[in-house]
């Protein structure tokens, strides 16, 4: 699918176009992209009970063969587990204690033959394992039925879709990192510079999607105090791994790390890990070129503040869209702007409970923070030898 068809109703394959390996397929496959958004539509709309919708879904596991969900592949697992918390997820909006015994039982069971399994519905499961079944059968797991049930999973889609721009991005900078010499820095940093625009493009398309579409898959995303965070796209792992391959982690992008290392996918949690520490030491390229060690003729420098620039221009179209579709969580009346940000005297507090968005964390904060942290840098580099910057805090 092309980043521009995202929330037209448009590309990729039609459901039943490719064809699945049932030898594969989990055992709940067809409850779940077939009767769950409608159960569910009725929860919603009144005409089912939640202890009916408890009910129906018992029965369903009551009448699986014996030990049809403990299978010995992992990819299989994933799947099943996917499909699981789908029924799960589907009772958050009831409160706490509404999910029933048997589904958190099931749940339970499958960590229990796979410790690597996530027990919530993570960031891994939504997005990588369910976009997985996409490619391979045409299908994605959402909750809500027909046109909303479109967007919903362009939503999902469009953020497996756009992760490799920008994890691309991140693999450049290690190499300039990393083997300096044998790199031209000005053609590296250019594509890092192509990948970020073309990850701003991907975020931008989630204008098209409407305050009232978003809410009506967001509320099963949303968990309760106490309870996991929510499988938000703040913990897409390779826009944390870019970061700290550009600049050091702040004091408060720490505590971001601290409270997410958990729900970054499996693969990705000690790379990160590894990055964070990397990158604390100053093995990072802002730190680097302020240091000397990472040498930038004048064309490398202005590219590497360009890369800066569109790695803040994605922030703010990320902020623009989150605005949009989540206005509670800004001040009445404010208005959000590079030069505002940059005047502020440091960064706010992200476990700030007023208004937190599916991650659990002050969704504004987290935004926010995070474009002050490039000024902070872009600032930074702009200032060695009196570089010019490009006057776009604004």
């Known amino acids: ?12 394959p ?18 779940v992209l077939d009767a769950l958004p409608a159960d569910l539509s009725a929860v919603a709309a009144g005409r089912m009970t939640y202890r009916e919708l408890a009910d129906r879904q018992g029965q369903l596991l009551s009448s699986l063969e014996p030990h049809a969900l403990r299978v010995d592949d992992l990819a299989v697992a994933q799947v099943i587990q996917l499909d699981l918390l789908f029924m799960v997820n589907g009772f958050l909006p009831g409160g706490p204690g509404a999910v029933p015994r048997h589904l958190s039982d099931a749940v339970a069971a499958q960590c229990a033959r796979f410790p690597s399994l996530d027990p919530h519905m993570s960031y891994e499961l939504l997005i990588d394992v369910n976009a997985g079944e996409w490619h391979r059968s045409g299908d994605m797991r959402v909750f809500t039925e027909g046109e909303l049930g479109g967007l ?16 691309s ?12 010499d044998s790199v031209d820095a000005t053609e590296t940093l250019g594509g890092v510079l192509r990948g970020l625009e073309e990850f701003r493009l991907y975020m931008a398309q989630y204008s098209k999607l409407t305050r009232d579409a978003f809410n009506s898959f967001r509320q099963y995303h949303m968990g309760h105090p106490g309870g996991p965070r929510g499988a938000s796209g703040a913990f897409m792992p390779s826009v944390q791994l870019l970061e700290l391959a550009l600049l050091a982690p702040t004091t408060e992008y720490e505590v971001y790390l601290d409270q997410s290392m958990a729900y970054f996918p499996n693969w990705s949690r000690p790379l990160i ?18 240091d000397g060690r990472l040498k930038l003729n004048d064309d490398a420098t202005a590219t590497l503040l360009n890369v800066i620039d569109k790695f803040a221009d994605f922030r703010m179209v990320h902020l623009g869209v989150t ?14 702007t590079k030069k505002g940000i940059a005047r502020q005297t440091g960064e706010a507090d992200i476990l700030d409970d007023q ?6 964390f002050s969704v504004h904060n987290v935004l926010v923070n995070s474009v002050y942290r490039l ?17 776009r805090a604004n």
């Open 1 to 12: 699918m092309k980043k521009d068809q995202l929330f037209t109703g448009l590309g990729g």
């Open 14 to 31: 039609p459901r039943g176009a490719v064809s699945a390996d049932v030898s594969v397929a989990s055992p709940l496959r067809s409850y």
């Open 152 to 167: 919903e999973r362009d939503f999902y889609l469009g953020h497996h879709l756009s992760e490799p721009t920008v994890r």
């Open 169 to 180: 991005a991140f693999g450049l900078l290690c190499t300039l990192l990393q083997e300096p």
């Open 273 to 290: 890990a590894e990055w964070r520490e990397t990158s604390r030491k100053g093995d990072n390229v802002v730190d680097a070129v302020l």
């Open 323 to 336: 605005r949009k579709t989540i206005p509670e969580a800004f001040p009445a009346g404010s208005v959000v």
């Open 355 to 360: 208004n937190p968005g599916t991650s659990g």
């Open 375 to 391: 000024l902070e840098a872009h600032r930074s580099v702009a200032s060695l030898g009196q570089t010019p910057t490009d006057g």
